[in-house]
């Protein structure tokens, strides 16, 4: 069959363009998705991303190589496997990250991509209570709702113990002031999760120009003699079909998959395909490069107060939750358990904040086999978890084989900078000082982990590289430039060297945001959209 557009994979990004290029009814789009539908009520419920954490149905469950730098562990790295990709199974933290992010993607040979240039889009895609204002939108598809008012109370502790110190209170992350300790946004409605898939493409998929298939695992992308991109191949139950595109193919399976895609495409550097034997098409060496992510590490603290782990402990407290959702659709049910935070400066010579903190009115550890739970520890506890915004380590995405089945070999070469190294120092102990604030320590009865004993750099820095944990915000992989040396697209997303091919997902980032990333990529997807629309 045949489509003008041809859409590889249904996440964040893909939703989104599956909606935008459908919308004239001029265009028929076919969107792909490896995955299943996003029909069970868990993907509605905000905390019920805990039940996809480790769930092969609708998660891949990627794993890394073994990391030098964080003794050796193979460091887990989920990806939804469902309609609506991660933004199905993540926290629903929505924070766009910094200014001067999108400036370095500008002055990263991306003209059309700073600040200025984005802002529009992102206030395109959401509905912000605040309204029309010079940073928020109020008629976009994304819903957007302040947990203020509505958090645990001891988030009230956390950010009053941050002004003690003389930290600012950021109001609105998204807005003017990006600096300092505040309560974040989720992308929520009526206290139900409201991804782009529930966004934009439920909305879209009575339209008789967009069709999608599930469980259809790509291939390869197929060209013609002239380095066409002309269709897709793709494994669905077990039968082999192809598609054909009159228009383009656009890559949007995310930082594993695009790059992994490219690659068993013939799209990657020669020797690389020589290595496992897939034909050239073209030599694109940074493909799979660049890959960045945020590393994070929990502080677990033990309070004279009670905290989230009081109500989830028992079944009184869950049923009683469980029953305030259902009635209200308020409640910690209605939420992201990563409440309070902000973004703060490690130092004195830090030109911008350089490290996120996120403050759980919950502590729980995050299992190790393979089984999903948020079972809060046995006593009255909360956490308080660091990660540098801009870590300059970077990684690469390389195929393991020519078969498509399997999964690629994720290195994201974490700790390999000394900057990196220094900002773990910096966060541990911006962690200390804070808990040393006179609000936090009145509710403050010990630090469980790391403890006492850990109380010099080397015993952080050591702490940190044996309990960090990726906070999932892959990218990178296929990076925008103007350099086909360095970079794999140019600044309209299209493939260097090809025809008819483009990246629209969180791989072209040319450098991680400061941030959740999940706002971004559906920027990304937004403005994306216009740039094919245009060239059509």
Known sequence: MTYDYIIVG??????????????????????????????????????GFAKMYYNPTHNWMYYSQPEKELANRNIYAPRGKVQGGSGSINAMIYVRGQAHDFDDWAANGNEGWSF????????????HPLGDTEYHG??????????????????DTFIEGCQELGYKRSEDFNGKDFEGAGLYDVNTKNGQRCSSSF?????????????????????????????RATGIAITQHGVQRNFSARKEVILAAGAVDSPKLLQLSGVAHKDLLARHGVPLVHHLPAVGQNLQDHLCVSYYYKANVPTLNDELSSVFGQVKLGLQYLLTRKGALSMSVNQAGGFFRGD??????????????????????????????????FLLCFNPCRPTSRGSIEIASRNPGDAALIR???????????????????????????????????????????????????????????????????AMGSDPARTVVDK?????????LRVVDASIFPNVTSGNTNAAVMMVAEKGADLILADA
Not at 350 to 379: G, R, T, V
Request: hydrophobic letters at 30%; aromatic letters at 6%; charged letters at 20%.
């Open 348 to 381: 004195d010579n830090q030109e911008h904040p350089n490290l996120q903190l996120y403050f759980n009115p919950l502590s729980y550890q995050i299992p190790k086999n393979n089984k999903a739970s948020l079972k809060p520890e046995p006593y009255s506890g």
């Open 116 to 127: 200025k240039d984005v802002l529009p889009y992102f206030k395109k895609l959401e509905s």
């Open 10 to 47: 249904a996440g964040s990004a893909g939703c989104i363009l599956a909606n935008r290029l459908s919308a004239s009814g001029t265009h028929s789009v076919l969107l792909l998705e490896a995955g299943g539908k996003d029909s069970s009520p868990w993907f509605k419920i905000p905390v």
């Open 199 to 227: 966004a934009y493409l439920h909305p879209a998929l009575s339209r008789p120009n967009l069709t999608i298939e599930h469980h259809a695992l790509v291939e390869r992308v197929l060209f013609d003699e002239d380095k």
């Open 492 to 500: 309209h997303l299209r493939v260097h060297g090809l025809k008819g």
């Open 412 to 478: 994201p070469n974490y700790l390999s900078t000394q900057k990196d190294i220094d900002e773990v120092v910096q966060g541990s102990r911006l962690i200390r000082k804070i808990m040393n604030a006179p609000a936090l320590k009145k509710i403050t009865v010990e630090e469980v982990l790391p403890g006492p004993s850990v109380n010099d750099e080397d015993g952080m820095l050591q702490y940190f590289r044996e309990n960090s944990g990726s906070i999932y915000h892959l990218c990178g992989s296929c």
């Open 138 to 155: 109020s008629s976009g598809p994304i819903c957007i709702s302040p947990m203020r008012g509505h958090t645990h109370s001891i988030c």
